[in-house]
């Protein structure tokens, strides 16, 4: 029959040999592999100062006969540090969850009980099967002037640590970021962008409790973001796109009225609509525009009729040029 | 004795006051249309809420620890229950009528008033007066709006605001200085959850009272 036994880092262990005397012959194991005699005082295997590299099976034996006497699991690990407690309502008003971890690792199983009082009643917080630290609770009540008060406790066999948050209904709220959000060039617009997005899928009730919306850009190259401020409605153009040039966007949402604001959504990149070039001033600029918008749609044969066009006869330029045209009309329809 | 405790005579004042037919609304607010008479009541509440950050503020600080300490958290007593409560069951909240919305907010806001009032009438600094007295118009500004709404679309305004039939002429006192300053401390927490559930309240009435309604009833009083 073997246990585990619980050994905080770097404590003295003594193990004894079963109901084995202090004078008798033994052998002790670590993980199948003897220990040597100088950890031995007696039948008493001594180990100093543990650390967590000296977990495992350890095995008593008794000398001549070799019958196994005694035999336990040594977990060496830390109390828990104060743990970190997070309670947020993304889904006002059906209710909010509270989530939390450890700073640092025990290195032993730990027991996690999460209490919540609100005024003088107790509410039940229902954990979520995922994420493993996390519950929720439903609101029972809106538009509380009474504080909720979230204790967790945490347990393990070596120690045990606690941490209280206190909160009021409005203070937590913080909705999950836009979802699907798209950004689109507008055709003959070159300094346009269209952008749309939705409320996450998380906000119950956009009708009642609707969502403002704060929307950020840039250009690529460029560190300095610019920004919109949206009190209603999914969806914005932008009208002051540098032309050409890439653009990263990001969206964010809020209550209307209380809470804070998300975190950014995903970020969309696009480059607004550009014109095609009318005139090809040579012919390798010319041959790179093919070549540019060809890519892995168009047959080599194409470029080569470019190619073997070296002097520049007017019929031969005006089969690449309308061939030129082909290629950046496919390549403007598949952006 | 409750005769010689100032801040009861206030309250039964209060009592008394509030018992005035309330004032009627403007008739211009007709003329502007429900929907935009909501639009400008629900902004009230954002000004007002906003406002109501610094006074809370300054006059907690006014009253002293533990009543400005952040994480200050007291139980309910049971005379606190005199000051209107925001809170409410959520489908019953989903539910009320336009009607019984806006009667809610009214009566709230009418004796949140009154109670503020009071308030302003004992403050000890020139400061606090100055605060108080500009939110008290403010939330004035703010009962006649709601009143104007309730009367362009055609509800009646609630008489006066309610007072427990119990309480009429009954004098309720704070028998010492630590919970009069209680009594102060719940008057503002209510009045900050009040204005944020106004916000909500009226932007689903925002959504719910379309403008056509209101030249509907324009066009049936002869206008």
Same mark, same amino acid.
């Given at each position: 029959?073997?246990?585990?036994q619980?050994? #905080?880092?770097g @404590?003295?262990?003594t193990m004894?040999? +079963?109901?084995?005397?202090? +004078? *008798?012959?033994?052998?002790w194991t670590?993980?199948g592999?003897?220990?040597?005699e100088?950890?031995?005082?007696?039948?008493?295997l001594i180990?100093k100062?543990?650390?967590l590299t000296q977990?495992?099976?350890?095995s008593?034996?008794? +000398?001549?006969?070799?019958?196994?006497?005694?035999?336990?699991?040594?977990?060496v690990?830390?109390?828990?540090?104060e743990?970190?407690?997070?309670?947020?309502?993304?889904?006002?008003?059906?209710?909010f969850?509270?989530s939390?971890?450890?700073?640092s690792?025990?290195y032993?199983?730990?027991?996690?009980n999460i209490?919540?009082?609100h +005024?003088? #009643?107790e509410?039940?917080? %229902?954990?979520?099967?995922?994420p493993?630290n996390?519950?929720?609770? #439903?609101?029972?009540?809106l538009?509380?002037? !009474?504080?909720y008060?979230v204790?967790l406790?945490?347990?393990?066999?070596?120690g045990k640590n606690?941490?209280? $948050?206190t909160f009021d209904?409005?203070?937590?709220v913080?909705?999950d970021?836009p979802?699907?959000?798209?950004?689109?060039? !507008?055709?003959?617009?070159? #300094?346009r962008? %269209?952008v749309?997005?939705?409320?996450?899928?998380s906000?119950?009730?956009p009708e009642s409790?609707?969502?403002?919306f704060?929307?950020?850009?840039?250009?690529?190259i460029?560190?300095q973001w610019?920004?919109?401020?949206l009190?209603?409605g999914? *969806?914005?153009?932008?009208?002051?796109a540098?032309a050409?040039?890439?653009?990263?966007i990001?969206?964010a949402?809020?209550?209307?009225?209380?809470g804070?604001w998300?975190?950014w *959504?995903?970020? !969309?990149? @696009?480059?607004?609509?550009? %014109?095609?070039?009318?005139?090809?001033?040579?012919?390798?600029?010319?041959t %790179?525009?093919? *070549? @540019?918008?060809?890519s892995?749609?168009?047959?080599?044969?194409?470029?080569?009729?470019?190619d073997?066009?070296?002097?520049?006869?007017?019929g031969?330029?005006? $089969?690449?040029?309308?061939?030129?045209?082909?290629?950046a009309a496919?390549?403007?329809?598949?952006? | 004795?409750?005769?010689?405790d100032s801040?009861?005579?206030?309250t039964?004042?209060c009592?008394a006051l509030?018992h005035?037919p309330?004032?009627?609304?403007l008739n211009?607010?007709?003329?502007?249309?429900?929907g935009?008479?909501?639009?400008?009541?629900y902004?009230?509440?954002?000004y007002?809420?906003?406002q109501l950050r610094?006074?809370?503020?300054t006059y907690l600080?006014?009253l002293g620890?533990?009543?400005?300490?952040p994480?200050?958290n007291?139980?309910?007593?049971?005379?606190?229950?005199?000051?209107?409560?925001?809170t409410v069951?959520?489908?019953?909240?989903?539910?009320?009528?336009?009607?019984?919305r806006?009667?809610a907010n009214?009566?709230?806001?009418?004796r949140?008033?009154?109670y503020?009032r009071?308030?302003?009438g004992?403050?000890?600094t020139a400061?606090l007066?100055?605060?108080?007295?500009?939110?008290c118009?403010?939330?004035?500004g703010?009962?006649?709006?709601i009143?104007? /709404?309730?009367?362009s679309?055609?509800y009646?305004?609630? /008489?006066?605001?309610? /007072?427990p039939?119990?309480?009429?002429?009954?004098?309720v006192?704070a028998p010492?200085?630590?919970?009069?300053?209680?009594d102060?401390?719940?008057?503002?927490?209510?009045?900050q959850?009040?204005?944020?559930?106004s916000?909500k309240d009226?932007?689903r009435l925002?959504?719910?009272v379309?403008?056509? /309604?209101?030249?509907l009833?324009?066009?049936?009083r002869g206008?």
């Open positions: 029959d073997s246990h585990t619980y050994e #905080r880092v @404590a003295d262990v004894k040999c +079963g109901s084995m005397d202090w +004078g *008798s012959s033994v052998t670590a993980n592999t003897d220990i040597d100088s950890h031995l005082n007696g039948s008493y180990l100062n543990v650390d977990s495992g099976q350890y008593c034996y008794e +000398g001549s006969s070799w019958h196994l006497k005694y035999q336990t699991y040594l977990s690990g830390l109390p828990p540090k743990p970190v407690l997070m309670c947020r309502s993304n889904n006002y008003p059906k209710g969850y509270c939390w971890h450890l700073p690792p025990t032993i199983p730990n027991f996690f209490s919540v009082i +005024g003088t #009643r509410m039940v917080c %229902e954990k979520d099967v995922f493993k996390r519950c929720h609770i #439903r609101y029972l009540q538009f509380s002037t !009474v504080k008060k204790t406790t945490v347990t393990n066999a070596l606690s941490t209280t $948050v209904e409005f203070t937590i913080k909705p970021p979802e699907s959000v798209v950004a689109k060039p !507008v055709p003959n617009n070159p #300094r962008l %269209e749309s997005w939705q409320n996450p899928s906000w119950p009730d409790f609707p969502l403002k704060f929307l950020r850009y840039r250009p690529l460029l560190d610019q920004h919109v401020e009190s209603d999914t *969806s914005h153009t932008i009208t002051d540098y050409g040039k890439e653009y990263i990001q969206v949402a809020k209550d209307n009225d209380i804070t998300s975190d *959504s995903v970020a !969309v990149h @696009a480059t607004p609509w550009t %014109e095609e070039p009318k005139h090809l001033t040579t012919e390798a600029q010319m %790179e525009t093919t *070549s @540019a918008s060809t892995s749609f168009m047959p080599p044969p194409t470029t080569k009729i470019c073997k066009g070296a002097v520049v006869g007017s031969a330029v005006a $089969v690449c040029w309308t061939a030129g045209l082909v290629l496919y390549g403007v329809l598949f952006i | 004795s409750p005769a010689g801040w009861g005579i206030f039964f004042l009592a509030c005035l309330a004032l009627p609304a211009c607010s007709e003329e502007l249309g429900a935009q008479s909501i639009q400008k009541t902004d009230l509440t954002r007002l809420e906003h610094t006074l809370a503020g600080n006014y620890p533990p009543f400005n300490e994480d200050f007291p139980p309910r007593l049971a005379r606190a229950e005199r000051v209107p409560s925001a069951d959520l489908d019953l909240w989903r539910g009320l009528t336009d009607n019984a806006l009667a009214y009566r709230a806001y009418s949140l008033l009154c503020l009071a308030l302003d004992q403050a000890a400061e007066r100055h605060r108080l007295g500009h939110f118009s403010s939330l004035q703010l009962v006649l709006s009143a104007g /709404v309730m009367s679309l055609g009646p305004l609630p /008489v006066g605001p309610s /007072v039939p119990g309480s009429q002429g009954v004098v006192v010492n200085d630590f919970l009069k300053k209680m102060d401390f719940w008057l503002l927490k209510e009045l959850t009040w204005l944020w559930r916000a009226f932007n925002k959504k719910k379309p403008p056509a /309604v209101v030249t009833r324009l066009e049936a206008f």
